[in-house]
Every structure is written in C-alpha cells, then in structure tokens.
C-alpha cells in the first residue's frame, strides 16, 4: 500500500526566507501526490497536485513543490514566507492503481517568525 | 471556503452512546470522503461513497457506519462510542472519484466529536 513520510515534525522559518517542508511517498506504481494546508480549528485546504507532466508544481498562495521521481520525492517550496503561512501542512499520496485509498502523512507545523 | 459543509460543528457525548455527522458536498460532487484525524493517528480514510454506494473502505470500525442519500449528502454513524472516538471529523468531496483518480477532494471544516 501507499505511503508518505513527512520527516519534519516542525519548520521553523524567519519571514522572507524560503521555505521547504519536505516529503516523500512509497506506491507501487505511478503516484498522484497532493498538498493540503490545515490552519488552526479549519478543515484542509487544497494547495497543489502532481498528476503528470512538468515536476514543477505551482499552487495556491505562491507555494510550489517539485516532483522528484528518483527520489521518490516531493517538497513543498515557497520563495519568500509569510507569518500567514503558519499552518499545519499536509502531504498525501495516491496510488494510479488504488486512486480511491489516499494517504496523508502525520503533517508537518510550518512557524514562520517575524 | 470548500464549499463542503458539515454539522454539527462540536458534539460532546457519553461512552457507549450514538451519535450521527452530516456532510453536505460541493455542488455537482458526486463522491464523499470521510476522514478521522487524532492526535495519535493522524489523519485516516475511513470510507467513500460515490452517487450513493460504497465505493472504497479504509480504517473503518464495524460500530462506525455510513450512507450518502438520494441528494447526495452523507452521514457518518459512530455507535458504541468509546474514549479513543474522540476525534475531528472530516468529509470531503469531489467531482468524480471514480477510476483515474486525479480529480481534488475538497474538504469540510470538520466536526469536533468529544466522548466522554
């Protein structure tokens, strides 16, 4: 079955800097892989998906993440960070081949700092 | 705002009581998520419906239940409750959710179930 490792309980990130909150994923096959951002007593907010093509991904809020198939990686980036961006982040996987089963990571806290 | 709503927003209850969730997905969504996310569990799929029938099942308790009706919306049913239910409880949705798997589940802002 699919799985993803989000290895960073926290980042911590001055503002302006960029940030990165890293992830990586197992599936057997070809994989789906979605950011989610969970701010606090809120539900998840889509941010980006890698489903095929450029393994650049841009999403919402100026957050982008890169694919990396060797690596079976796939990191969420922000140039310059916002105190706004303080949230609980979420990586997610699906399998092509079980596109039902999506699995979250434990998440990971971004604390940007002004 | 997803545009998935759910109610109640809070729910507190008694061990061994029942008590039933509602999801109302986005307009035009045919399929319906639900998710528990704990403090020692994370975030777990529990069950998904599409246009009214189970369609995928993940960490679900046999004293958990749950239908998506004829309007589409759903309901999580959680029976025999127990302290370790305490939970948030997301429904998600999305457009298809059929074989290709690539279409977004948007979420609701959850319901806060406390059991005590």
């Known amino acids: 079955a699919q799985s993803v490792a989000q290895p960073e309980d926290q980042v911590n990130v001055a503002e302006g800097n960029p940030l990165t909150v890293k992830c990586t994923y197992s599936?057997?096959?070809?994989?789906?892989l979605f950011w989610y951002v969970q701010y606090p007593n809120r539900g998840l907010q889509f941010l980006l998906k890698?489903?095929?093509?450029?393994?650049l991904v841009k999403g919402s809020y100026g957050f982008e993440a890169e694919f990396n198939k060797s690596q079976t990686s796939f990191h969420l980036k922000k140039p310059s960070a916002l105190v706004s961006d303080s949230a609980l982040y979420f990586c997610a996987v699906r399998d092509r081949g079980n596109n039902n089963d999506m699995r979250f990571g434990a998440g990971t806290r971004l604390t940007v700092k002004p | 705002d997803s545009g998935v709503t759910q109610t109640p927003k809070h729910l507190i209850t008694a061990t061994g009581q029942r008590v039933t969730l509602r999801c109302s997905p986005r307009?035009?969504?045919?399929?319906v998520y639900w998710y528990q996310q704990s403090l020692d569990q994370g975030l777990q799929f529990l069950i998904q419906y599409y246009n009214g029938e189970e369609r995928a099942k993940g960490n679900i308790l046999e004293r958990f239940s749950a239908q998506q009706f004829p309007d589409l919306h759903s309901e999580l049913n959680l029976s025999s409750l127990e302290l370790g239910d305490s939970a948030l409880y997301f429904c998600a949705s999305s457009v298809q959710g059929t074989s290709g798997g690539i279409d977004t589940q948007y979420f609701g802002p959850g319901t806060r179930l406390t059991v005590l």
């Open positions: 890698y489903i095929t093509g450029d393994n």
């Open positions: 599936v057997s096959g070809n994989p789906y």
């Open positions: 307009s035009g969504d045919l399929s």
